[in-house]
């Protein structure tokens, strides 16, 4: 990849986690059922990124609810 071809790629990362982030989020605010279910223990929400071209799912941290941290070693090639 050429420098611009990176810095794009980039962006496109870093739009996709924004956009995964509003996506919890919005769930969670969105679904009483699932706030209460996160809310009490009984179910986790994690974003994930699935990266097409290498064909491994990124566990993305910081938007865990109601779950431990997953370990990096966690994301899965498919």
Do not use: F, W
């Not at 769930?27 to 986790?44: F, N, P, R, Y």
């Amino acid at each position: 990849l050429d420098g611009k071809e990176t810095k794009d790629r980039s962006d496109t990362d870093n739009i996709v986690r924004l956009n995964i982030q509003r996506s919890v989020r919005e769930i969670l605010q969105k679904s009483t059922a699932i706030s209460a279910l996160v809310e009490s223990g009984q179910i986790g929400i994690v974003g994930m990124m699935y990266d097409v071209t290498t064909g491994i799912c990124h566990v993305m941290n910081e938007t865990s609810h109601g779950i431990a941290t997953i370990e990096p070693e966690a994301s899965h090639e498919t």
